[in-house]
């Protein structure tokens, strides 16, 4: 069975700085989808950047990139220059044939 | 078009009750997923929709629980017998195939008393 693990319950980092949110997960599949999803407090789960397992270039979107080691079975999610506005709960998910989310990474941003 | 609605945002019953709940997806989008997040952890996948279709259903979910997706539009939950341990936040989610990412609704908070 597929799991996801984020093994980082809570992060913080400066405004203005950089962090790195890290991921894990199983699968002895070769085709799958990876995602990371952002939940601020109290508001809407959205996502924010998606990875085809396929493809070796890392995603990046905006101030958001991920380094994804197929092999090491590692998706990371780097946040550069954060913002206040970055604080919330951040979830790796996994997608193939089922769909499965980790337990989450708190993060929060210093001012 | 909004987003993913569902209806009602909130909703307290008692042990042993009926309840049900509504998700609209984005219009086009034709999968839908339910899942149930309690505070604290990741969103728990209960089942999800190709259109009409029910493909997938998780073998944590008990026969007390129940979807359907009538015609590929509008979906609803529908749980038997609640039971305190079924409180949690039950989130809808679309999307427009399976690798694309999913657009989530506010979600539905269950209390049962």
């Known amino acids: 069975a597929q799991t996801v693990t984020q093994s980082q319950p809570e992060m913080s980092v400066q405004e203005a700085e950089t962090v790195t949110l890290s991921c894990t997960y199983d699968t002895s599949e070769s085709d799958y989808y990876l995602f990371w999803y952002k939940q601020p407090p109290s508001r809407q789960m959205i996502l924010v950047i998606r990875q085809e397992a396929y493809k070796q270039q890392n995603a990046t979107e905006n101030r958001f990139s991920v380094n994804f080691q197929k092999a090491a079975k590692s998706f990371s999610l780097k946040i550069s220059d954060s913002q206040l506005g970055d604080a919330a709960m951040y979830f790796c998910?996994?997608?193939?044939?089922?769909?499965?989310f980790g337990a989450g990474t708190r993060l929060t941003v210093k001012p | 078009d909004t987003g993913v609605s569902q209806d009602p945002r909130h909703k307290i019953t008692k042990r042993g009750q009926n309840v049900t709940f509504r998700c609209d997806p984005i219009s086009e989008h034709n999968r839908l997923y339910w899942y149930r997040q309690t505070l604290g952890q990741g969103p728990e996948f209960l089942t999800y929709?190709?259109?009409?279709?029910?493909?997938?259903k998780s073998r944590l979910l008990s026969d007390r629980f129940s979807a359907e997706r009538p015609k590929g539009s509008f979906s609803t939950l529908e749980i038997q017998r609640t039971e305190q341990g079924d409180s949690a936040m039950y989130l809808c989610?679309?999307?427009?195939?399976?690798?694309?990412?999913?657009?989530f609704g506010p979600g539905t908070r269950l209390t049962v008393l």
């Open positions: 998910a996994y997608r193939s044939a089922s769909v499965r």
């Open positions: 929709f190709q259109n009409e279709a029910q493909l997938e």
């Open positions: 989610a679309s999307s427009l195939g399976g690798g694309l990412g999913q657009f």
